[in-house]
């Protein structure tokens, strides 16, 4: 069954810090992997998508993420921090079988330091 | 912009109540799901629907029922609130292909 683990459950940098969310996954084939972000209180935004292609993918906000298929890793980066990221990241990948269904991490919190 | 709306925020409901969660799509997407989210355990997939009364159990079914009778609209059932089912509440639609979820802003319910 595909799994996807974020080794760190809580992460805190200073503003204008570079950052790194590390995700691993378990899969089968090519992964569809994704990136969400949760502010306080609200739902799950998506800050990008890799299905195929180049393995560095831009998403909104400033970030990025590359897609390592030797580690089965997809780990989300931003150079320089902003006191909004503050908030909750979940990675995720689609779920065999021709569904629609992802599987999520148990999420990274981001705290941003002034 | 595409929409997901859920029909409350907070709710709050007592032990053994039946507690209807209710979110509406705007995207004409033909997936949709209900995932619950707690501390520590990330998101878990309740149920989904791929069709109009259409529906698979997803990780966590138990105590839990779905109804969709329109495209648009996918609601949870919570038969009889146990107070194990506090919990924020996630509603999510996708179109067909891989596309990404939409979720909602989630109900927080707590069930006393």
């Known amino acids: 069954a595909q799994s996807v683990t974020q080794p760190d459950i809580h992460i805190t940098v200073s503003e204008g810090a570079s950052l790194e969310l590390r995700c691993n996954y378990s899969?089968?084939?090519?992964?569809?992997l994704f990136w969400y972000v949760q502010s306080p209180g609200q739902g799950l935004q998506l800050l990008l998508k890799?299905?195929?292609?180049?393995?560095l993918v831009q998403g909104i906000k400033g970030f990025e993420a590359e897609f390592k298929r030797s580690q089965s890793s997809f780990n989300l980066r931003k150079p320089s921090v902003h006191w909004s990221d503050a908030a909750e990241y979940f990675c995720?990948?689609?779920?065999?079988?021709?569904?629609?269904?992802?599987?999520f991490g148990k999420g990274t919190k981001l705290t941003v330091n002034p | 912009d595409v929409k997901v709306t859920q029909s409350s925020r907070y709710l709050v409901k007592r032990t053994g109540e039946k507690v209807f969660l209710e979110c509406v799509q705007d995207m004409d997407h033909e997936n949709m799901f209900w995932y619950r989210q707690d501390p520590g355990l990330g998101l878990r997939l309740i149920y989904f629907?791929?069709?109009?009364?259409?529906?698979e159990k997803g990780d966590i079914p138990e105590g839990y029922s779905v109804s969709r009778e329109k495209k648009e609209r996918f609601s949870l059932i919570l038969e009889s609130a146990s107070t194990n089912q506090t919990s924020m509440y996630l509603c999510?639609?996708?179109?067909?292909?891989?596309?990404?979820?939409?979720f909602g802003p989630g109900t927080r319910l707590t069930v006393l």
């Open positions: 890799y299905f195929s292609g180049d393995t």
């Open positions: 629907s791929y069709d109009v009364k259409m529906k």
């Open positions: 999510a639609g996708a179109g067909t292909g891989y596309n990404e979820q939409f």
């Open positions: 899969y089968g084939a090519t992964p569809y």
């Open positions: 995720a990948v689609l779920s065999q079988g021709g569904s629609e269904k992802l599987v």
